[in-house]
């Protein structure tokens, strides 16, 4: 007795977007972190034992990339999440330390809370992206910190620029890396899976580039209201303005991160690490494409499973 059988007739029934083959993603979670041959050749999953390796790795990764583009007298261009957040610290940690600083840096952050018509909350507002970024990242590097001028956030009016500033970035030789979380519900920034039925094909859904007010499926609300709001429901806006695969898809390098375990024994993102490595690409699951990217995502080992019942 499972969720296979007993979801016919049940509350659940049509609640999962529509593209998800269920019984696939339960094969997925059968099958750990075995290579599989839709993977990028320079597509690697890292394997953290504890969530202070996690966000070291993750962070020494950031700040490398920084590193080498400033070595390469190249710009860089890198989409940032708010989430996961310990590795900004030790990115910081490590531009101090190599005294390497981010001049050459453009930034554009991913994804904002937002309502219907895309207006975010202000920039002073704990809550909002801009303010964490900004505590987590730019504020705590000091003089070699990225320039203002050079960091873009996910406004109703600024993201509608973010093809064009990451073209014209390509276009001199800048590289794009992608760094990003990946969501219980596989989205990757906040374009969530329900939006691939929109699309005839996954070629169309290629081409899109951001969505202003995006409605939030409700298990990605409630994946925030553990994660960043203590179990508050209630706080956590149900839209959000966010990059889509346009944007993400042309990322020369990626660098991701599943940190998504609770503490005894619990975890919240198990399943959705394992459908993103076995899956297959698919719009209809946002994250399946990720392992068709050079880079690296770093996960924590229990994320890896075996994913079965245990009393907590």
């Known amino acids: 007795m499972n969720f296979l059988t007993t979801v016919k007739g049940s509350m659940l029934e049509g609640f999962y977007p529509e593209g998800w083959d269920m019984e696939k993603i339960d094969a997925c979670c059968e099958n750990g972190t075995a290579r599989e041959?839709?993977?990028?050749?320079?597509?690697?999953?890292?394997e953290c034992p504890s969530l202070s390796d996690f966000d070291t790795y993750m962070g020494h990764e950031i700040a490398m990339q920084i590193r080498l583009a400033k070595e390469e007298g190249k710009k860089l261009a890198m989409i940032l999440p708010v989430g996961p957040m310990g590795m900004y610290k030790w990115a910081v940690y490590f531009l101090s330390q190599w005294k390497c600083d981010c001049k050459h840096v453009y930034t554009f952050n991913m994804d904002e809370w937002?309502?219907?018509?895309?207006?975010?909350?202000?920039s002073d507002n704990p809550a909002s992206f801009e303010y964490s970024m900004k505590e987590a990242f730019f504020d705590k590097l000091g003089e070699l910190t990225v320039p203002?001028?050079?960091?873009?956030?996910?406004?109703?009016?600024?993201?509608?620029?973010?093809?064009?500033?990451?073209?014209t970035l390509k276009a001199e030789g800048a590289k794009l890396v992608l760094v990003f979380g990946i969501g219980r519900m596989c989205h990757i920034a906040f374009w969530e899976p329900h939006f691939g039925a929109e699309f005839a094909s996954d070629?169309?859904?290629?081409?899109?580039?951001?969505?202003i007010g995006a409605k939030l499926h409700p298990l990605t609300i409630e994946q925030n209201a553990l994660t960043s709001f203590k179990s508050r429901t209630t706080l956590v806006p149900c839209r959000a303005n966010t990059i889509g695969p346009g944007l993400f898809l042309q990322a020369d390098y990626i660098i991701g991160g599943a940190d998504g375990v609770l503490g005894r024994g619990m975890g919240w993102q198990g399943m959705s690490f394992l459908t993103t490595l076995h899956y297959g690409p698919s719009r209809h699951i946002t994250?399946?494409?990720?392992?068709?990217?050079?880079?690296?995502?770093?996960?924590l080992k229990e994320l890896a499973g075996p994913l079965v019942a245990e009393c907590n």
Do not use: M
Not at 37 to 46: A, G, P, R, S, T
Not at 160 to 167: N, R
């Open 37 to 46: 041959d839709f993977w990028h050749k320079d597509f690697n999953i890292v």
């Open 114 to 122: 937002s309502d219907a018509e895309g207006n975010t909350l202000s």
């Open 148 to 167: 203002a001028s050079q960091r873009n956030f996910a406004t109703k009016d600024n993201l509608p620029t973010y093809p064009e500033k990451i073209a």
């Open 203 to 211: 070629e169309e859904w290629k081409c899109q580039n951001y969505r």
């Open 287 to 299: 994250s399946t494409y990720i392992p068709t990217l050079p880079g690296k995502l770093f996960y």
